[in-house]
């Protein structure tokens, strides 16, 4: 049997292996999703082994070995998002967020009343308008640090002394899906200022026929918030 004959041979126990540990997973795509990752990073580990001089068994039980109780994958697969908070840090979350809407509402009628009270006053020597666009301003500091707050309450990922390759994957989805929390919540931030920037700057200089680009500054904003983040996922 040819060298190459044995390096199928092996491959296909490999995925025998695979099917064997998956046999009692739950039927959804996710499931088969993360089967067929994980199979391939097997394949690949087996193949740099090979590459590096092992034996075609030495480098199968190395691979078997390293992959760890999947078991433990198959309840994540069900969930909807790895990143479950505790009842008590979701209620805080939770109450932070309506927190923040609720002052963010405030410092919109705070605004408006002062532009309604330059309207009815009239003076020359004080602009009520501009003095409530500067008190919303404040209103709604508070609010944006609490959603900043919110955003980073994602539980960590602790590392066990073992990394095997179920390890390694939980690390890897637990990074990806924080690092996907994160970025919505900075969008809903982003978004949310640039709606009451244009609220603001609209009903205090009468300009809505250009206050319109304060949307296309939001969304540069946003795309370089997102390259931000992918440089710094990529690192």
């Not at 680009?213 to 795309?223: M, R, V």
Request: hydrophobic fraction near 45%.
């Amino acid at each position: 049997m040819s060298g190459e004959e044995t390096k199928l041979n092996m491959e296909d126990k490999i995925k025998q292996h695979f099917n064997g540990l998956f046999a009692e997973a739950p039927k959804t795509r996710k499931t088969l999703d993360l089967k067929q990752e994980m199979l391939q990073n097997a394949l690949d580990k087996y193949n740099d082994l090979i590459t590096d001089g092992y034996a075609e068994e030495d480098a199968y039980q190395n691979v078997i070995h390293s992959i760890g109780d999947v078991s433990e994958l198959f309840v994540e697969t069900e969930e909807k998002n790895l990143l479950t908070l505790p009842e008590a840090d979701r209620r805080k979350r939770a109450w932070l967020n309506a927190v923040s809407v609720g002052l963010y509402i405030f410092a919109g009628v705070v605004f408006f009343f002062f532009c309604m009270l330059d309207g009815m006053a009239g003076s020359r020597y004080f602009d009520y308008a501009s003095f409530g666009a500067c008190v919303a301003a404040l209103i709604c500091i508070p609010p944006t640090v609490m959603l900043v707050y919110a955003a980073n309450m994602y539980p960590g990922y602790v590392k066990r002394e073992k990394q095997d390759m179920v390890e390694q994957y939980k690390e890897q989805r637990h990074t990806e899906n924080r690092n996907k929390a994160v970025r919505k919540s900075v969008s809903t931030i982003i978004w949310t200022l640039a709606l009451i920037v244009y609220f603001v700057v609209s009903f205090s200089t009468y300009a809505w026929h250009i206050t319109w680009i304060i949307f296309l500054i939001a969304g540069c904003i946003q795309s370089i918030a997102g390259l931000v983040f992918s440089l710094k996922e990529n690192e």
